[in-house]
């Protein structure tokens, strides 16, 4: 065989060698545009969520994020979990699926039930999309090695084999589907609602068990986070937001002004300097559209009494 012969080859495999390396930088290139957006996407979404604000303990100056705030029930303390991707004490040893089984089925990493205490009863509508989003996310952050306190939580609530029992009665694991009869901002501000900002977890009252009474769904309650009063937050005129504009709606998500110009306190102040204010305008209108598309309900919520 003649030197050209094998030097046409060389020059053939060299050739292929170049393209498939040029492919390969093309490939990871992309992945890499690919990550970043889902980081992008998933800050987003965990804004929407309100996560920074139970997973950072403010009190004792923890790092975003770290877990250890103390959540005051009337079933006893809990303490928010490290979302960062500390191997030892966070989310660094998770796998996606791992992760979005925890939103939507309640589980830990284990197996274990979780306390529902944590908002799986909303996120259970969440797209898994979005939660693989959102892990991608915290996958992002600083790793931050913060063991939390173990909840200190009364017998027999205190059992964890127990809330696989709660989940069972309690539990609807059903992904939000789109309403064809409504519009797309519609769609967006309910899912938004009901899924991604659990606002009815807390502007929802409770059964006996601890369960949000979803055919009351968002009518206000006395009994919110850390013993909070939560309003009404229907369209009801006389005891709701039935006065209030979708602008004013909007308005509010994002500076926590009440169009009286009285400026919001307590939780709903943390939600919004936490991430709500994040939230692009167009989503702000959609929670609005859908809040004020929903029947009104009066209802009053009391004080409580010293």
């Known amino acids: 065989m003649s030197g050209g012969g094998r030097r046409s080859r060389h020059g053939v495999a060299a050739g292929l060698g170049l393209l498939a390396g040029f492919a390969f930088f093309a490939w990871a290139g992309a992945a890499t545009a690919a990550d970043e957006d889902?980081?992008?996407?998933?800050?987003?979404?965990?804004?929407?969520?309100?996560?920074?604000g139970c997973h950072t303990n403010y009190a004792g100056n923890g790092a975003p994020y770290a877990g250890g705030r103390a959540l005051a029930t009337p079933f006893g303390t809990f303490y928010s979990p490290n979302l960062t991707p500390d191997p030892a004490t966070g989310l660094g040893g998770w796998t996606a699926d791992r992760f979005v089984r925890a939103l939507t089925h309640g589980r830990r990493a284990d197996g274990a039930a979780y306390f529902p205490v944590f908002p799986f009863t909303s996120y259970a509508r969440m797209r898994p999309g979005d939660?693989?989003?959102?892990?991608?996310?915290?996958?992002?952050?600083?790793?931050?090695?913060?063991?939390?306190?173990?909840?200190?939580?009364?017998?027999?609530?205190?059992?964890?084999?127990?809330?696989?029992?709660?989940?069972?009665?309690?539990?609807?694991?059903?992904?939000?589907?789109?309403?064809?009869?409504?519009?797309?901002?519609?769609?967006?501000?309910?899912?938004?609602?009901?899924?991604?900002?659990?606002?009815?977890e807390c502007h929802t009252p409770r059964n006996a068990f601890g369960a949000p009474q979803w055919d009351?769904?968002?009518?206000?309650?006395?009994?919110?986070?850390?013993?909070?009063?939560?309003?009404?937050?229907?369209?009801?005129?006389?005891?709701?937001?039935?006065?209030?504009?979708?602008?004013?709606?909007?308005?509010?998500?994002?500076?926590?002004?009440?169009?009286?110009?009285?400026?919001?306190?307590?939780?709903?102040?943390?939600?919004?300097?936490?991430?709500?204010?994040?939230?692009?305008?167009?989503?702000?209108?959609?929670?609005?559209?859908?809040l004020k598309s929903l029947p009104p309900v009066e209802n009053r919520v009391p004080r409580k009494t010293q």
């Open 38 to 52: 889902a980081v992008a996407r998933g800050r987003y979404l965990a804004n929407a969520g309100g996560c920074l």
């Open 131 to 200: 939660a693989h989003d959102i892990f991608a996310y915290f996958q992002s952050l600083e790793p931050v090695e913060n063991s939390v306190p173990d909840h200190d939580v009364g017998f027999p609530f205190s059992i964890r084999a127990l809330q696989r029992v709660w989940q069972w009665l309690f539990l609807d694991a059903e992904t939000f589907v789109d309403d064809p009869a409504r519009s797309a901002e519609w769609n967006r501000g309910a899912y938004l609602v009901q899924a991604l900002a659990h606002c009815g």
């Open 216 to 290: 009351k769904g968002l009518i206000g309650t006395p009994d919110g986070p850390d013993g909070e009063r939560v309003p009404n937050i229907t369209p009801d005129p006389a005891t709701g937001i039935g006065d209030w504009s979708e602008a004013d709606i909007a308005s509010f998500l994002e500076s926590g002004l009440k169009p009286n110009y009285d400026d919001v306190q307590g939780s709903m102040k943390e939600a919004i300097r936490d991430g709500l204010k994040e939230l692009n305008k167009a989503d702000r209108t959609a929670i609005a559209v859908y």
